[in-house]
């Protein structure tokens, strides 16, 4: 956890900001190993990096949003934490297909209130 994470996840425990829907939010294809505790190891990184937001009027900047498998730590800090490894391996296989070929694919958000 490096201190942008550790000063994110004191100010919002358990907890992430949903993202800004306007912003071009992408995932990158290429698979990443981190040894950051709770990533179970391979991850995605979520771009741009880092993301600018403001939570009750106060301005926050937020680095490595990424996609990983959530290895027993509680909660994913704004990440997208998938909680079971056999859908984060099959998630993985999907992407690692379509990598070379494509660098990064478009997200998007839907809120449902």
Request: aromatic share 10%; glycine share 8%.
């Amino acid at each position: 956890m490096n201190s942008s994470q550790e000063s994110f996840v004191s100010t919002f425990p358990m907890e992430g900001p949903i993202p800004d829907i306007v912003s071009p939010y992408k995932l990158q294809l290429a698979p990443v190993f981190s040894d950051m505790k709770g990533t179970g190891g391979i991850v995605f990184r979520i771009t741009p990096d880092p993301i600018n937001f403001a939570h009750k009027g106060v301005k926050y900047q937020r680095t490595q949003i990424l996609l990983h498998h959530d290895a027993n730590f509680p909660g994913a800090a704004g990440c997208i934490g998938i909680v079971s490894w056999e859908h984060f391996a099959l998630i993985c296989n999907h992407l690692i297909l379509l990598y070379p070929k494509y660098q990064e694919i478009e997200l998007g958000v839907l809120l449902i209130q």
